[in-house]
């Protein structure tokens, strides 16, 4: 009983820090000369960071 219980927490608490704006999107890095650009392999968004990091939000209506 104890193991469903904590099997349970875990998914809530998976649920409530994922972020929901980038669930979807699946961002893959291309290295450029002057930079990576990030790709979705989603919905095939393209954009460059400025930390280099992919990006925090969905890009899908942007592109």
């Known amino acids: 009983m104890v193991y469903i219980l904590l099997i349970v927490l875990a998914l809530v608490v998976t649920a409530l820090v994922s ?13 450029q000369p002057d930079g990576p650009i990030w ?15 992919p990006p925090r939000l969905c890009l899908r209506n942007n592109s």
């Open 19 to 31: 972020n929901r704006a980038t669930r979807e999107c699946r961002w893959r890095e291309y290295r």
């Open 39 to 53: 790709r979705c392999a989603a919905c095939g968004a393209e954009t460059r960071t400025e930390n280099g990091k």
